[in-house]
Each structure stands twice: as C-alpha cells, then as structure tokens.
C-alpha cells in the first residue's frame, strides 16, 4: 500500500522514461525537452509557483525503486517537480536560459518562501506496485481532455501503448529513428517532436507509402528505416510532417499525390499478373545520406519551365483555374517559388531563404530578392557538393582547403549533373540546366553572379524588377536540381 509523506524537492528524481517523449540521458535534458515541447505552458506553471507557491491540492505519484541505493522516481507530477527544481537552483539557470520576468521573479524570493515550497507532499509507491501506478497514469492522462490537467498527446498515448501493452506502433517506431538518425532537422525540433508531433498524420501518410519505399506494411516500414529507397525524400515528408506542411488534406487529396511531389514514385502494377513492379521507380536512397538521383524527363525543366500536363489529366484542371502570366510579372517568379520542392538533407536555411523570398514584394524589394538569390545559388551549391562527396562528386574547397569562387562551384556541379558517375550524359538535362549557366557566368548578365555580387559591393549598382523576372526563369533550373 502507498504512503503519503513530504519529501524534498531534491530528493525527487524526475523520470527520464517519460511517455512525453523519448528516454532521457539525465534531468538537464528532460526539462530542456519538456521546455521544448510546451513551452508557454511550462513557464505559465513555473510563474504560477512563484507567485502563489506550491499548491498542494494533488500529492506528487513518486515510485521507489532499487534496494542498495533507492530512488523516488516522479510518475506523476514531472513538470511541476522540474519548475520547482528550477526555481530552487537544483537546475541552474546556466543549464537552462530562463525568461527574463521568471528570472527576475525568482531573485526577489525569500528564505521563507524557498522553505516552505521545497519540500511536497507525495504519494509513495514500492517498486512492486508499479503496475498500479501505471494503472493510475493512464486513467489520468489516457482519457481524454476532461480526464486530466494535461491531457496526453498522441505521441504520449503511443508511446504508452508500446511500452506498456506491447501495442504496435510503426508510425511511433519511425518518428524515433527520425529523431535520432535523420539529417535534415534541427536539434530544437528533435527535442520538440520526440513528445508533440502529428502522429495520426504520419500513420496515414506511412500507410498510404510503405509499398513505394519497399516495405509490404506500416510495420515492415518501420523494421526497416533507415535502411529504405528513397530515404531522403521520405526524410522530408517526415520534415513536412512535422512543420505541418503536410496534413490529413493534402494525403488524402485525390487529385495530387503528396508522395510524388517529394519524388517518390508508385509502384507500377504488372498487367499481367497484378504483381507490384519495383523497375518502374526511378529514383535511388540510402541510409548513409546519398541524394536521391531524379529523372530528367520529370525535373530538369520544373519551376519556371514547366508547364507539361497531361490534357484533361487532375493536374491539368487544377492548372486551368489558375490565371497565365507573363514572362516578366513578379507573380511568375512567386509562383515558380511557392511550388519548388526541395530535397536533401542540411537545407533548412535554403527553406527558410525561399519562404523569405516568397514574401517579398518584387517590385517594392528588388535589391533584397537578388541578396536572397545570391545566398540560395551558395548554399545549394555546397549542400550538393555535401550530398555527393562520398561518390566523387565536385567539391566547393580548392587544394589550400580555401572556398572556391561561386561560379566555380556551380560550373563543377552542372558538369555533376549532366554527367553523373557511370550513368553516361543526361542530354535532357544538359540542355535544361545549359542555359542556366551560361547566364550565371556572363560577366555583363543582369543576374550573373558578377551582378549579384556588385549589388553587395558596389553602392552604385542596381537591378530592376522587369530584368529579375524575365531573366530568373533561365537561371531557376539550376537551382531547382541542386536540391533534388
């Protein structure tokens, strides 16, 4: 049977296992990451105790465990336990950057206050009744909103379902490995997704793909990532799971394939006997990082050169709603920008660039959408160069290890593209991308790197808008197959 007692905040060990999110290595992580994923909850409970103290209207669910040097693990009441830690200094804040106002707050606290709130009241268990606390966990958290203070997401149940009731969860499985193995999110956004992220979404989305990628199931998927086809691009449907550019909608949206935008093709079906034919896929992944190669019939003149739909095809109707415009309205250029798809791994600031772009307005923003420009040709240079160094593809370094001039680089990788290792030439591609970088070399080119960098350098030199848009559809394919 429990007993109740006050036990120290100190004493109290935050659990590292967590459904929340993924195993923990120690405390300073569990908070960052409980940080990350709510953080305006958190600090509103961390204000909360300051200012009116521990209220001790629910005990703190603590679970003894080991003989020869017991710990009382917090089932239940984790965040408020870390807030008081935090509060405490048991955490500092050099481990933990604080909100000015909290930090504040906590230097005007007395002795008293520290005293009277460092220690709560908890309900003990032994380490034999854990299946009991876990009984009392699920029916707080696993109900729904009105069965709990903090209701459980979806991440949280799954998690619980796997881990307690031996339940399958491929989409779970994934997002993990995603999480500790993938190479195009960031460390902030590992730390968030591991405890909130759009799992439902996810589950459907593998469900509707798992055959493309290789795998006969959710399941089979999920045994077998990283080790897939196509695992780059399914990285980025994992990327645009997560930043909710990929919904219930877009998936379930028959007249798009949201796969297929990310370069995943379908599995062809044999005529003959109805088998699922793996030749018709065109692309190939890896698990060490290598860049899915793409079709050139299907890529080499997207963007600003595409405009090839089948007649009377789902495309082509969705096409015909959309009003035309000509070569040198800002609008083709923001067009061309809001459709382009990016794959690959280290590319978010190139995400980033292009959304900045994309809210510019070209006319009023000439200078800046050129700056911008510039940075997207450099880093999409170097992240190809990234993608392809373990199959000898061009490097942005010289001999002395020093940066490479900008049309160097680009001029080495159009080579890469249009003759890639033991493939032979890519005529398609050659011609696609030949005008791209003839207009990128161009000493006097209205949008050749030497212009681009005299708008940086030289306080007297400008470029107008009309110029930008008519001569941005040359140079777009290029930038378009570096990030395929």
């Not at 909608?249 to 935008?261: G, H, L, S, V, Y």
Request: charged share 25%; with cysteine.
């Amino acid at each position: 049977m429990p007993v109740t007692e006050f036990r120290s905040v100190q004493d109290l060990a935050l659990d590292l296992a967590n459904h929340r999110t993924v195993q923990q290595v120690d405390e300073i992580h569990a908070v960052q990451t409980m940080i990350s994923i709510s953080p305006d909850r958190f600090w509103a409970l961390m204000e909360s105790l300051i200012d009116d103290g521990y209220l001790p209207t629910e005990n703190i669910l603590v679970l003894e465990t080991g003989k020869d040097t017991p710990k009382s693990i917090v089932k239940e009441g984790n965040r408020r336990v870390a807030a008081l830690k935090l509060i405490l200094g048991y955490i500092t804040s050099n481990d933990i950057e604080l909100p000015t106002q909290i930090e504040k707050k906590i230097k005007l606290l007395t002795d008293i206050w520290k005293v009277d709130n460092g220690r709560l009241p908890c309900t003990i268990y032994a380490n034999t009744e854990s299946a009991i606390v876990d009984r009392i966990i699920k029916l707080a958290h696993g109900k729904g909103e009105k069965a709990s203070k903090d209701q459980w997401n979806a991440v949280a149940r799954a998690r619980h379902n796997r881990d307690n009731d031996n339940a399958a969860e491929p989409g779970l499985d994934i997002l993990e490995k995603y999480i500790k193995f993938g190479k195009n999110l960031t460390f902030e956004q590992a730390k968030r997704w591991s405890g909130d992220y759009p799992l439902s979404v996810l589950d459907e989305a593998i469900g509707k793909i798992a055959a493309r990628l290789g795998a006969s199931t959710a399941m089979d998927l999920s045994n077998k990532y990283p080790y897939i086809k196509y695992r780059d691009a399914f990285d980025c449907i994992l990327l645009g799971i997560g930043n909710k550019e990929i919904n219930f909608n877009k998936i379930r949206n028959k007249q798009t394939d949201f796969a297929d935008k990310y370069g995943i093709p379908v599995v062809a079906v044999d005529s003959g006997n109805g088998s699922q034919n793996g030749t018709a896929e065109t692309n190939t992944g890896s698990a060490s990082g290598g860049t899915g190669r793409y079709s050139s019939s299907q890529n080499a003149q997207s963007g600003a050169n595409s405009n090839t739909t089948a007649p009377g095809s789902a495309a082509s109707r969705a096409n015909s709603s959309t009003a035309a415009v000509a070569i040198q309205d800002p609008r083709a250029v923001k067009r061309t920008l809001k459709k382009w798809k990016l794959l690959g791994n280290n590319r978010q600031k190139i995400v980033t660039l292009r959304d900045e772009a994309c809210n510019l307005d070209l006319t009023k923003n000439p200078l800046a959408f050129c700056f911008i420009l510039r940075s997207l040709f450099e880093l999409s240079a170097k992240a190809y160069c990234d993608d392809h160094t373990t199959c000898g593809g061009p490097s942005y370094k010289d001999k002395d290890g020093k940066d490479k001039k900008l049309v160097s680089v680009l001029r080495d990788v159009t080579n890469h593209l249009i003759n890639p290792p033991n493939q032979g030439k890519d005529k398609e591609r050659e011609k696609a991308l030949h005008g791209a970088l003839t207009e990128l070399a161009k000493s006097g080119g209205i949008l050749s790197v030497r212009s681009m960098n005299q708008l940086v350098h030289n306080p007297l030199f400008s470029v107008a808008p009309s110029d930008i848009c008519t001569i941005f559809g040359n140079i777009f394919p290029l930038l378009d197959a570096m990030n395929r």
